[in-house]
Nanobody, 121 residues
């Protein structure tokens, strides 16, 4: 059974940093892209960042470009999201995901349970 388990969320002041981790189990994802999405209550879940299977290519939403960094560790079947210069508008539940090549929400094959990130002003 595939499981994606996120950790590292919490409460931080604006301008601060957090590092999210996602541990995958049940199968190896070294041939898949891995990524992060986020969702605010009442809004659609949106793409945040993704990294290719090799780690050589990364993709970011415009809203986080230059502030967030995604990375992966295939040996440990894990993906990370370093979030710097956090803003109150980054407040959301962050979900680890295994997306298809489209990187769209509809194309995600597996989801984690989510971790709350709250940025206070």
């Amino acid at each position: 059974q595939v499981q994606l388990v996120e950790s590292g969320g919490g409460l931080v002041q604006a301008g601060g940093s957090l590092r999210l981790s996602c541990a995958a189990s049940g199968r190896t994802f070294s041939s898949d892209a891995m990524g992060w999405f986020r969702q605010v209550p009442g809004q659609e879940r949106e793409f945040v960042a993704a990294v290719s299977w090799s780690g050589d290519s990364t993709y970011y939403a415009d809203s986080v470009q230059g502030r967030f960094t995604i990375s992966r560790d295939n040996a440990n079947n894990a993906v990370y999201l370093q979030m710097n210069s956090l803003k109150p508008e980054d407040t959301a539940v962050y979900y680890c995901a295994i997306p298809n090549a489209s990187l769209s929400r509809a194309g995600v094959k597996y989801w984690g349970q989510g971790t709350q990130v709250t940025v206070s002003s």
